[in-house]
Nanobody, 121 residues
Framework: VQLQASGGGLVQPGGSLGLSCAAS????????MGWFRQAPGKEREFVAT????????WYGDIAKGRFTVARDIAKNTVYLQMNRLKPEDSAVYFC???????????????RGQGTQVTVSS
């Protein structure tokens, strides 16, 4: 399975941005797909997870109330809509197959290359 993230860019504080993660095929190793982010010099952070089958969602504290995760089964694509962005949201965002722990990428599982999000005026 290959994951391709896209949609990053430069946005002003308070603005919105949508990310996409296209999977070459539905992962067999897990029903869950997650978004994570990592800024230079900082630890990886959990953003959100969604299940392919039922569309169940979970959000990290950094995303609650501002971000929305969704999936399109027909397109094998997971989305992350980010609203009311803040400068501290600047990071590389990547998608990954998620295991039993909804806040962790599956060990040795597929993950995308990441897309840069910069929030700045």
């Amino acid at each position: 399975v290959q994951l391709q993230a896209s949609g990053g860019g430069l946005v002003q504080p308070g603005g919105s941005l949508g990310l996409s993660c296209a999977a070459s095929e539905r992962p067999l190793s897990s029903d869950r797909m997650g978004w994570f982010r990592q800024a230079p010099g900082k630890e990886r952070e959990f953003v959100a997870t969604v299940t392919w089958s039922g569309g169940d969602t979970w959000y990290g504290d950094i995303a609650k109330g501002r971000f929305t995760v969704a999936r399109d089964i027909a397109k094998n694509t997971v989305y992350l809509q980010m609203n009311r962005l803040k400068p501290e949201d600047s990071a590389v965002y990547f998608c990954a197959v998620v295991g039993e722990d909804i806040q962790m990428p599956l060990a040795a599982g597929p993950r995308g290359q990441g897309t840069q999000v910069t929030v700045s005026s």
